[in-house]
């Protein structure tokens, strides 16, 4: 399943309530065994919540596993976004 936020949400993508609900489609399409594809093909930017709640909050096996990838996600929000992931807990 790909995911394109900026069709969604817009190109700058800000607000922790707006990502806990593109987290929780994420989290409904992996307890359906699904592969997920977040193409940030579009956005602009990216505020340090909305990456927060999204990347840091989504369980650390499905980026480990690689259920979860990223695509289209500029050089500092992919720097950050490594580092939240890299900190998540389960």
């Known amino acids: 399943m790909r995911i394109r936020p900026a069709e969604q949400l817009g190109a700058v ?3 922790r309530s707006i990502a806990a609900t593109l987290r929780e489609e994420v989290e409904a399409r992996l307890k359906l065994g699904e592969h997920v594809v977040l ?15 999204l990347f840091a ?6 980026w480990k596993t690689k259920r979860v990838t990223v695509e289209h996600l500029d050089e500092d929000s992919a720097a950050f976004a490594r580092i939240l992931i890299a900190n998540c807990d389960d």
């Not at 579009?42 to 709640?53: H, K, Q, R, T």
């Not at 909050?57 to 499905?62: G, I, S, V």
């Open 13 to 15: 993508l800000t607000g």
């Open 39 to 53: 193409d940030f093909e579009n956005v602009a930017a990216i505020s340090p919540s909305f990456a927060d709640e």
């Open 57 to 62: 909050k989504l369980p650390h096996e499905a």
